[in-house]
């Protein structure tokens, strides 16, 4: 049995807990792939510490409010998104890939392509966010 990962509780994209048609907590056990790609957001958005039963999941974007936009600033974007990926084996290091483009002086458009672990073919998720750099916001602008 896999340990519980913050996944496994059903969030609304703005984060808050979703409530199943019954009003109990909804859970994400029904759907791999929506538990999948929540696990990806909630990695994300989050900063190392987070949450208590994983504290070393979060990709800590917000280290990069202030810094300029530029090639070393995305590279380190990019390191850190895979580095949040890799913990606890959610995904292998060789499945993933982080492109990145800058946007304007503050956003950074990052496109992640995973291949689904377990996967018996390959199967290919995109995951694509705008990082402000000013706010420390990401904007996902898939599903």
């Known amino acids: 049995m896999r340990p519980f990962r913050v996944s496994d509780l059903k969030w609304t994209w703005g984060g808050d807990l979703a409530l199943n048609h019954q009003g109990d907590l909804g859970y994400t056990s029904d759907n791999a792939l929506r538990s999948f790609l929540q696990e990806v957001r909630t990695r994300l958005q989050s900063e ?3 949450w208590k039963l994983q504290p070393h999941i979060g990709a800590s974007m917000v280290d990069l409010i202030g810094e300029p936009n530029n090639k070393e600033t995305a590279e380190l974007g990019r390191t850190k998104i895979i580095a ?3 913990k ?3 995904v292998a290091a060789s499945s993933i890939s982080v492109k990145y483009m800058p946007v304007d002086q503050c956003h950074i458009l ?3 392509t995973l291949t689904l ?3 018996t073919e390959q199967e290919i998720v995109d995951v694509s966010f ?5 706010a420390s916001e990401i904007t996902f602008l898939d599903r």
């Open 48 to 50: 190392l510490y987070d």
């Open 84 to 86: 949040s990926l890799v």
């Open 88 to 90: 606890d084996d959610l």
């Open 110 to 112: 990052y496109r992640i």
């Open 117 to 119: 672990p377990g996967a």
């Open 130 to 134: 705008l990082l402000d750099t000013e």
